[in-house]
């Protein structure tokens, strides 16, 4: 059964190739995370993992309150490991 994903109204802030610079570090396996995410509705922690990284910055798949997959370039501080 396929997720449904987060509409784009509603998917949160991600950074740009600029801001998250590289090189882009891609594990074989995600690592879990949650992670706290700015959407247009405000502030949320979400879980996710950690699908690519850099040295400022996390690519993490998450999954919303209303069980959407999104995606997004998120600051490294912004992350924590579960």
Do not use: F, K
């Not at 784009?8 to 882009?24: C, F, K, T, Y």
């Amino acid at each position: 059964m396929a997720v449904e994903p987060v509409p784009l109204s509603e998917q949160a802030h991600s950074l740009g190739p600029a801001q998250h610079g590289g090189p882009v570090t891609r594990p074989d396996e995600p690592l879990p995370v949650s992670a706290w995410i700015h959407t247009r509705r405000g502030h949320e922690t979400v879980d996710g993992v950690a699908v690519a990284w850099t040295p400022c910055a996390v690519r993490v798949r998450y999954t919303d309150t209303h069980g959407r997959e999104g995606y997004a370039w998120l600051w490294a501080n912004a992350v924590t490991r579960r």
